[in-house]
Every structure is written in C-alpha cells, then in structure tokens.
C-alpha cells in the first residue's frame, strides 16, 4: 500500500517538475506574453467599440502591459527556441534579428508615448489603437507562422 502511494506521489512529481520546466521555455514564456497583449488590446478594443465604457485605469493598464511586453519579448528567442512547443514563430526572427527588435522596440516606444498622454476618452482610445494596431500587424505579417 505504502508502495502505491510512493509511486503516485513520484509520478506527480514528475509531472509537475516537467510542467514547470515547460512554462519556462521560451517558446511557453512568448505565447503567454502575446496572450497577454492579445488581453490588453481586446480591453482596449472594447472601449474604442463603444462596448465597455471608457476607463482610464483599464487604459493604462492596458498600455503598460503592452509597453512591458515590448521590452521584454525580443529575448525571448534564443537560438535553439525556434521549434516547438507549437511556437508560431518564423525562421525569418532569427535570421532578420535586428528587424524584429526595432518592430518591437517601435511597439514599446509607441505604448510608452501613449502611455506619457493617457487616451482621455473613447474617441482617443480609437485612435490609440490607430498607432498601436499597425505594430501587432507588421510584426505578425512577418514573423509568425499561422497554424
């Protein structure tokens, strides 16, 4: 019986350990940062559609997430990430490197100017979108592989 238990509580463990090595892989880390901006840009969305009233702290929040993001995602794609855990990253990141850390440098410097002169209303968060969409779309028209 106490044998049973061992083994159960082992193969968890197992489990867990290979789930917790996964969320650190690159690939893993990516996807979950554009999940987040996913997030941020419907909320902000929602707002410009007229669908969610205008909030200022769900604005910023949405900018920040956005600007953080930028920043950080370009070192998320070592050499060796470039398959899988179903990345949609194209072979074109690594080898026009310099290109996709300006596209998302450009991203982050627009979220950070938006962020200096806060959208005030529904109107200015349409527009914000109007600076920041053409971002998402230039990089993903290039650098990820839809599956």
Same mark, same amino acid.
């Given at each position: 019986?106490?044998?049973?238990?061992?083994?159960?509580?082992?193969?968890?463990?197992?489990?867990?350990?290979?789930? $917790?090595?996964?969320?650190?892989?690159?690939?893993?880390?990516?996807?979950?940062?554009?999940?987040?901006?996913?997030?941020?840009?419907?909320?902000?969305?929602?707002?410009?559609?007229?669908?969610?009233?205008?909030?200022?702290?769900?604005?910023?929040?949405?900018?920040?997430?956005?600007?953080? $993001?930028?920043?950080?995602?370009?070192?998320?794609?070592?050499?060796?990430?470039?398959?899988?855990?179903?990345?949609?990253?194209?072979?074109?990141?690594?080898?026009?490197?310099?290109?996709?850390?300006?596209?998302?440098?450009?991203?982050?410097?627009?979220?950070?100017?938006?962020?200096?002169?806060?959208?005030?209303?529904?109107?200015?968060?349409?527009?914000?979108?109007?600076?920041?969409?053409?971002?998402?779309?230039?990089?993903?028209?290039?650098?990820? $592989?839809?599956?």
């Amino acid at each position: 019986m106490k044998f049973r238990i061992l083994a159960t509580a082992a193969a968890l463990a197992i489990i867990g350990a290979s789930a $917790v090595v996964a969320a650190d892989e690159p690939q893993v880390v990516r996807a979950q940062m554009m999940k987040k901006v996913g997030g941020a840009m419907g909320a902000l969305s929602g707002i410009a559609k007229g669908e969610k009233p205008y909030d200022a702290d769900v604005v910023k929040a949405s900018l920040t997430t956005m600007s953080e $993001v930028a920043k950080a995602f370009p070192d998320q794609f070592p050499a060796g990430s470039e398959t899988g855990h179903d990345t949609e990253a194209s072979p074109k990141i690594w080898e026009q490197m310099d290109d996709f850390k300006a596209k998302a440098a450009k991203f982050g410097a627009d979220a950070d100017a938006l962020l200096a002169n806060l959208p005030a209303d529904q109107a200015a968060v349409g527009a914000a979108l109007g600076t920041i969409g053409p971002n998402c779309g230039g990089c993903h028209e290039v650098y990820r $592989v839809k599956k």
